[in-house]
């Protein structure tokens, strides 16, 4: 039996605890927020390492990148499939 917890799930969870809905507008645009914020840290990280220690983690920061760009088109999709507030 595979127990292994998927990021995305965990993540999903925690808009979900706030939001209550999966495709709320407010859960949306919170995850939107979510995902801004954790690509501003990236940058930050990364413009704060020095030669040795930006190589070091290159491969990990742009792992980072690609999971929240991943990230990005799930809550893109999930957007357009919503109805608008009334």
Do not use: Y
């Not at 927020?33 to 704060?48: D, F, Q, V, Y």
């Not at 920061?61 to 009334?86: A, C, F, W, Y």
């Amino acid at each position: 039996m595979n127990t292994a917890i998927k990021t995305d799930d965990v993540i999903f969870n925690f808009f979900k605890q706030i939001c209550d809905e999966k495709d709320d507008q407010k859960c949306v645009e919170l995850g939107n927020e979510w995902i801004k914020a954790m690509e501003t840290n990236l940058s930050t990280m990364e413009a704060n390492l020095n030669g040795a220690d930006k190589l070091k983690h290159q491969d990990d920061i742009k792992s980072n990148r690609d999971h929240l760009n991943n990230l990005k088109t799930k809550t893109h999709q999930n957007g357009e499939n919503m109805q608008p507030n009334v």
